[in-house]
């Protein structure tokens, strides 16, 4: 459960590498941190919309929901919004740590 949890970290690493040192492993380099950084949000939306339809069927009694799948989608979607959450507040840590430098 863990590790479908935090599958999202490797290829935001892999792009936060591949932007800086151009293509690794094949893949096409990231152009730059900005887009790196929309592409973790696309995925951390999808999380949410997938939760948020899982809880919907749930809610409804549609299908093949449960509440187990349910509960596991919510928190891989919590979990990966607080990562996020967590790089932007670094991310705005570091810039204002820069603007207070004099050069």
């Excluded at 973790?40 to 749930?58: E, G, I, P, R």
Aim: glycine content about 10%; overall charge negative; hydrophobic content about 45%.
């Amino acid at each position: 459960m863990i590790n479908g949890i935090v599958s999202g970290i490797p290829s935001i690493a892999t792009g936060l590498s591949t932007g800086a040192t151009g293509a690794a492993n094949g893949q096409a380099p990231a152009t730059n941190f900005a887009d790196v950084f929309q592409s973790a949000v696309s995925d951390v939306d999808s999380l949410q919309n997938n939760a948020d339809q899982q809880v919907v069927n749930l809610l409804q009694g549609k299908g093949n929901a449960d509440i187990g799948g349910a509960m596991v989608s919510v928190e891989k979607a919590d979990v990966a919004f607080q990562l996020m959450m967590q790089v932007r507040n670094k991310v705005v840590s570091a810039y204002q740590e820069m603007e207070k430098m004099q050069f």
